[in-house]
């Protein structure tokens, strides 16, 4: 009746782990802006102001993706809602430019305003980085799998080896223990 017993413990202690893995596996990653949102933040990062026109929904979802340490040392929020503001007039910012024509950009639209000053316009600015999709399954860090992976399999052996010790207890086949050892 124990060795039946402790089996149905590991098996519901078993059961419970997989579905604590299946729930961290399949949550949504924190940080879920959407690409016009990054697109905003990308602008803002280029040169510190916003140089072209986006839809409104693009300000406030840019808002909302600034990370925190951004939010407190760097002025990208009032950037943005002085953005916001001039594109609900339907105008750049000040120090603004127009977006250049031929922009693959879609939700640019051309608006008025701007003085010129925003830059050369030429898009040939090199990336130091390339950007990184943290909104895919693929953000879960590497060496959190492995310990996590790890972590199961140190569990699993310590429960097999718990269970084997009782089914020899149980059965009377002890073998010599510590205390059995003849000096």
């Known amino acids: 009746m124990t060795l039946a017993r402790s089996l149905r ?8 782990a997989l579905i604590a893995v299946a729930a961290l596996s399949t949550a949504a990653p924190a940080s879920a802006a959407t690409a016009c949102g990054k ?41 943005i809602t002085r953005a916001l503001q001039a594109a609900l007039r339907g105008e750049l910012a000040p120090g603004g430019r127009d977006p250049t024509p031929g922009d693959d950009d879609p939700t640019a639209s051309g608006g ?6 925003g830059g050369t316009g030429n898009g040939d600015n090199p990336q130091a980085a390339p950007d990184v999709d943290t909104s895919g399954p693929s953000s879960i860090p590497i060496p959190l799998l492995v ?11 310590g429960g097999l080896g ?17 205390d059995d050892l003849a000096l």
């Open 9 to 16: 413990t590991f098996v519901v202690a078993a059961v419970l």
């Open 39 to 79: 697109k905003v933040l990308a602008d803002w990062f280029d040169n510190g102001r916003i140089d072209r026109l986006y839809p409104l929904n693009c300000y406030e979802e840019a808002i909302d993706a600034i990370p925190d340490d951004l939010r407190d040392y760097a002025d990208a929020e009032d950037v």
């Open 112 to 117: 008025s305003g701007g003085d010129g000053s």
């Open 147 to 157: 310990l996590g992976g790890m972590s199961l399999a140190l569990l699993a052996a």
């Open 162 to 178: 718990y269970l084997s010790r009782r089914r020899a207890a149980a059965n009377g086949d002890e073998t010599d223990g510590p």
